[in-house]
């Protein structure tokens, strides 16, 4: 469940959110990403010269390593730093419903 978190846009983003949907909506994959907008959000550098926004993709070794390449170069095409990380533990919720 690939996870890809906006950081840094300000206002817009929930425009970039709107992006990074639109890349994705057809992909097979698709139903199993996560789209994480930290809203108002700041990056800036060491003197709070340069805003610096980026996309974060999070995913777990478990998740297929072609469909994390190709999400890796749709990301790309948007010309916005990426940074990548593994997680390596996700704790599903346990839906008290499911559990009957």
Request: hydrophobic share 40%; proline share 6%.
């Amino acid at each position: 469940m690939p996870n890809i978190e906006i950081i840094g846009f300000l206002e817009k983003s929930y425009i970039m959110a709107d992006s990074v949907r639109e890349l994705f909506e057809q992909k097979p994959y698709a139903d199993d990403m996560i789209i994480t907008t930290y809203a108002n959000s700041y990056a800036l550098d060491m003197i709070n010269k340069a805003r610096q926004p980026y996309f974060r993709l999070v995913y777990t070794p478990y998740d297929d390593p072609e469909e994390i390449k190709k999400i890796k170069e749709l990301l790309a095409s948007l010309k916005i730093d990426i940074e990548v990380m593994i997680l390596h533990e996700f704790i599903e919720a346990k839906n008290p419903k499911q559990d009957k």
